[in-house]
């Protein structure tokens, strides 16, 4: 599936709190986001707006790992 080409970094803040992604720090232009679900899992993303392709991609496929689905499922659940 495609990703989103105009979204910024605090817009997939907002969205990841669907997965139980919470905001645990924010330094400089970027956000550190902790989910206690299935383990504890830290990432962090930076509050660029639009987020370059490959920084969403990298941040979305490490975030499917964590849930374990795939990342395209992962993106139908977050963007439609």
Known sequence: MKLPRDIS???????LRTLGNEVTRTTGRHQRLTTTLHGEHHITIPLHSPLR???????LSEIAAHVTMSRDDLVVRLFE
């Open 9 to 15: 970094g605090a817009e997939l803040a907002q969205r």
């Open 53 to 59: 392709v490959g920084t969403l991609a990298a941040v």
